[in-house]
């Protein structure tokens, strides 16, 4: 037998950590997640002190620990309740090594008992827990312990001798089953068959809810890999498998965001899988793990320990599900938290609105189409001797920009999604987190030259008739990319140049900052580039692609203006691209206008993962919600017109007709939008055949006017594409359908010499296009060729009765 040693208490790790002390420092100096070990000591071992001169620095700074077991999943406690602290030098902090927790730095006057609820992302604690952060280095010890016995001999007893040998064997005690499962968990990860090492881990420590998690999480990424050959019935078990692991986590440990996040997206997979995803039943329960989800997230975002991304995906996802519940309302405020995440994502300096700095920023000048006598706000650019970046932050930005290239050896490490060949993107953040000289001067600039000059130009169009009001809040950044378009590297791959698309962007404002010169400035800059705006294309006069006058110049514009990056077509060009958004108001009691701007662009996105009945409802709201923005006007006209277009009824009759009014609107408030108008002149026929079809032609317009608003969209819709592919920034309309449809309408209209005008167009337009070959094109040259035979009959038969009269 061997004798029992009762174990003892080891260490088996002991880390010194450190955080805090930089412009832009997190506040957690550890990540949030549960450790090694039976348990955790948390040893406060203090702070270097100040490290600047900063008056504005009211307190000391302590160390304190975020314990993510202390929110209450209902959403009623404080979020300082989960703070454990501000800790005294030599403190201590003791848990089980199961919990979740994470060192964090405070301020020392905080008070876990009186401050008050925190009910929106941005407060005055969360500014005061980052202020602390960035004012001095903090250092704590953090020990791991776990239990230890003693090694035995192992004593074999011969009955034949009658006496005990020792044959030198040692029998090593056996670890403790936490500390078992924990090392088989980290050892799974890097294994094909991770399934059978997590497994093992669940059956020797059955009360850790990371075993569940991790088995949870396994079987969902094999259900999503879609390797399953059409067998769906081994996708659903591995499905039921996921949730059934995932629900026994949130028995085991309730407070694990991540759980629930993960459990709700198993859900969802598994509605999709069965045709059930417009079940209430699935729908409310998909929701309510998303609320406990972002109950416990939200709380780590709201205390600085997390990022906002983790939150703002889970919002998202809850938006959808709320919408697919038909509770607006209740979508309407999940999609207002969603947007604030992006208001607190960067780091970056927040506009400082009691010492608004109004003199010396750079002068302007607004970029204007005019089309007859009307006159439209486009852009604003810079213009001057005082840039927005001198060429020393210019230098500066630049060198930390190739630092931060290099190291990631051509690895896109952006966020977004439109990539291409040629274009290289790094996030600012990033790039002054690697460098804390060039965060102060981010900082700086921002404070004294964009957020003033971005506030008197827009002011100056909102007082002269502008719709937009600039932001009660505090301007702030709601992302900054730097991006390096190489034109040479494009080319070589077959593209035009290094290009983006047509799109809008997020938040409420875009900056655009030149880092190097043009080829026409400098016989060794780029060629091509520049900034594409769709609203200068019905101007004649105006150049559609517009660059900032010099290096460190900038070109000003609201984010629902439609733009492109024109290519560039040789050498490399640098531009920082900084996109503004604005903090909650701090009287709650002010509405926010520009809030109502980012809730219709995420009831948009949100909208087209829905049905098309929620679809439509969604995007009204949209619509009402920012009815300046074309955009919105635009994909509800395009959705009420695509439907059934056999259905008689008189519901169906009207949808076809808001659907022409709608996009009517939307041309009106962006006659340069080639889509809206193109959309437009596809309603307009439509409507004409359904009403053809179903004998409601005495409600069409005349048809002069059918006639001369269909030419009207559609000759518009291919000048201005016409005008965009020549910039390389073309819309892909099919001009050739476009054409084909004037072309028929006027054929059913009798105007049978407008119509061979309109239909003799169409082969050279495929040609030109190069589409000549496609099937679909065939088709089309061939009924094309009916309708010419057809309308060239009928012209001569109209011309031999007229002889004969």
Sequence with gaps: TLKSIPPVLAVTSATVVAGGGYPGAKVAMTSLERDAGIFVVHIDIGNDGPVNDDDSLEQDVRG??????LVNGDGSSEAADSIIGPLLPGQAVVHRSTERSAAMVVPSDLDVKKEGRMNSLDSPLRRRILKAAESTRQYSLRLVLTTRGEAVQNKQYNPA???SVDNSEFIIPEAPSAERAYRLRNFARFRNDKVRYLTLAGLLDVDDHENHFW???DHLSRANSGDYGGDLTQQLSDLNRAIFHFEKSTKLYPNDPRVYYQLATALGAKMRLEGSRDSAVQNYEVAAYLEKSAIFEGNAVKLGVNDMQDLAMCLSGLAESCCKLGEFDKSLEVIDRWAECGSIRSSLAI???HHSKMTGIPQYEWIQATNGDKRRKVAVKTVGDVPVLTDDDISLLRSAADRLFEQSNGAQTSRYTMQYVGNSELHLDDICASDPVLKVRMDEVLQNKVYPLLRVAFTEEASSGGIETVP?????????IFVRYNGDTAVAAGRVGASQPLHQDGGIYSVNIALNSHKDEDGNGFSGGGTFFEGLTDDEAMSSIQRPVAPGHAVFHHTTARHAGAPTTSGIRDILVIFLTARRPEDATQMENTWRKERAMRLQSTAKQLQR???????????????SNSEMSYWLGVHLVQGDMNDESDERWAELCRGVDTLMAATEL?????????????????RHKHAM?????HLLPSPDQAASSMIRAFETAIRIERKCKEAGCKNGLNVAAAYFTLGDFMARLNSFGNAITYLSQIHAELVHSGEIEEDWAKSMLEEVSSILDYCNNQLLAKQTDNALV
Excluded: W
């Design 670 to 686: 962006n006659p340069a939008d080639a889509r809206a108008n193109y959309h437009l002149g596809m309603a307009i026929s439509a």
């Design 161 to 163: 001798e009658a006496v």
């Design 64 to 69: 304190a620990i975020y314990l993510e077991s």
């Design 693 to 697: 079809r179903t004998r409601r032609a």
């Design 472 to 480: 009660k809040g505090s301007l702030c950044v709601y992302d900054s």
């Design 351 to 353: 506009e400082n609105t």
């Design 215 to 217: 088995l949870g999480f």
């Design 613 to 627: 009945d929620q679809l439509i409802a969604f995007l009204k709201i949209a619509r009402n919600n920012d009815p």
